[in-house]
């Protein structure tokens, strides 16, 4: 293991010079950022943030609707997504933004309790295929690639009463979900993400800051995971043996994870950083990406270590199998990876006894000279996408990344130069990592095209190039000077 912490160990920092070299000033319409001929630009939403009619057409109830319909204060303002931005009834407004815009792409996700109410195939609810149907063939008539994300965050409740993502059997139950939306869409649908962001999942069960707050940390999130894994692998190989010789599609999931630099240039905090990154980064990615499977050795090693130190009988991280192992290493077709920000790492005992971080034996902060947005949890760090897609090569042998999540919160302006500036940093970042470090990038998606449902900071977060009127019944829908800022953008690549 020695061996392997060096080597990662080096990999940072070389990252860590870029960090120290990044200084810059972008001209706010500044498109000239060059990228390879065929690169894809995407714009993303996901289901529960964006489409609203909770309960119309014989969708069943999810996770987010019994805790915004249960406990109205877990959100701020008492918001929630019963409405959103009404896409379920004016996706073709939604289509033709996108169009005009200039993407090529669009990653959306499917409900799965619109699809299957009670969570279950017994019982497949034909309007919902009917809704993602009709809109997978306006975005194809209009020149427009669905990349379709099979579950983002929203799951049944009825899954969720029987133990959500801590029962072993959700695996089964995820796999024939995917089977349904396979069959449904899959002779137009060619990019598929099984699931989005496992570690915001996994926040659910270790924590009470998301949704289903159980507060299990250290125990709940570790489970969590290991049945993510075990449900995304049963996914892919589903489809990679059924489905993907005729439809010849191709099959990943969203990474997330924020990236770490060493606080202080010393030895202990290069040290430091790398280990969070396998702890945030690796806990995921290692078992499909890396030619050995499984989890990080580091991790393996600090979580068995101090589940021992803790009297218990069995270390908190779960162990796979070795079929196991074997069935979810390599069940990748491409890198899907969500990416907005960074942080700093020093040795150190913080977080929750027992939990990811306090196992990690790290303390996270960051610099109070990253600029902010209104997220608190976002500070804008445009060196730490460069670094992230240079670790991401080192580690896993440079495989095709597909930037699925990028992007800036405001409040609720439309001449949002602060955004369009995180978009010329990042974006300037992107292009150096492929053309200077060799990062084999294929495609970058923005988040998100319309302002939505930020979870529980409800609508006071805006993400999106479109502004929507959350005040309006009618939700309608107005271009940002970001909007024009990426039509130019891509409109510059084809010329």
């Keep these: 293991m020695q061996d392997y912490i060096m080597h990662s160990l080096f990999i940072l920092i070389a990252i860590g010079c870029i960090y120290c070299e990044q200084s810059i000033n972008y001209d706010m319409m500044n498109v000239n950022i060059p990228f390879p001929k065929g690169f894809h630009f995407s714009a993303a939403t996901a289901s529960y943030q964006i489409e609203g009619a909770w309960n119309e057409s014989g969708k069943g109830e999810n996770i987010w609707d019994r805790m915004v319909h249960t ?13 959103a931005c009404d896409s379920y009834h004016k996706y073709k407004e939604d289509v033709q933004l996108i169009k005009d815009i200039g993407f090529e792409f669009y990653r959306f996700s499917l409900s799965w309790s619109r699809i299957l109410p009670s969570g279950t195939k017994e019982y497949i609810n034909q309007a919902g295929i009917d809704y993602y149907n009709n809109l997978i063939d306006d975005l194809l008539a209009n020149s427009i690639q669905p990349m379709v ?52 999942i996994t926040a659910g069960y270790g924590d009470t800051e998301v949704t289903p707050a159980l507060n299990l940390h250290g125990t709940g999130d ?23 010789p005729k439809q010849k599609g191709r099959v990943s999931f969203a990474m997330d994870g924020l990236f770490a630099f060493p606080k202080n240039n010393t030895l202990g905090d290069h040290i430091a950083a790398e280990r969070w990154n396998q702890f945030s980064l690796g806990w995921f990615l290692h078992p499909v990406y890396s ?25 908190r991280l779960p162990y796979f199998t070795q079929q196991e192992i074997k069935e979810i290493q390599g069940t990748y077709d491409f890198l899907g990876l969500n990416h907005y920000t960074s942080t700093l790492a020093t040795n150190g005992v913080s977080g929750q006894q027992p939990s990811p971080l306090r196992d990690s034996n790290v303390e996270l902060s960051v610099d109070p000279n990253w600029p902010t947005s209104q997220s608190p949890w976002l500070r804008v760090v445009p060196v730490s996408f460069r670094g992230v897609l240079n670790w991401v090569k080192d580690q896993y042998n440079n495989p095709e990344v597909f930037v699925t999540e990028n992007g800036f919160s405001d409040l609720n302006i439309t001449q949002d130069y602060g955004r369009i500036s995180y978009y010329q940093t990042y974006l300037s970042n992107l292009s150096a990592a492929i053309y200077e470090d060799g990062c084999n990038v294929i495609g970058y998606t923005a988040w998100s095209l319309l302002d939505n449902f930020e979870w529980r ?39």
């Design 291 to 315: 030619v050995t499977g499984d989890y990080p050795p580091v991790m393996r090693d600090y979580v068995d270590r101090n589940s021992a130190s803790e009297g218990l009988p069995d270390s």
């Design 149 to 200: 994300t099979i579950y983002h965050w929203d799951l049944p409740q009825p899954l969720e009463d029987l133990g959500g993502w801590l029962n072993s059997s959700i695996a089964l139950y995820f796999e024939d979900y995917a089977k349904v939306v396979f069959s449904a869409f899959g002779d137009r649908v060619k990019w598929w993400l099984t699931i989005n962001e496992p570690t915001s």
């Design 222 to 244: 570790y489970l969590a995971g290991h049945n993510l894994l075990r449900a995304h692998a049963k996914a892919y190989r589903l489809y990679d043996k059924w489905f993907k």
């Design 457 to 495: 900071a409800g609508y006071s977060q805006r993400f999106g190039i479109v502004q929507v009127d959350f005040d309006d019944p009618n939700r309608p829908r107005t271009k940002k000077a970001s909007a024009e800022f990426f039509q130019k953008l891509i409109a510059s690549q084809k010329t």
């Design 71 to 83: 406990n109205p204060s877990f959100v701020y303002n008492e918001e929630n997504g019963d409405v």
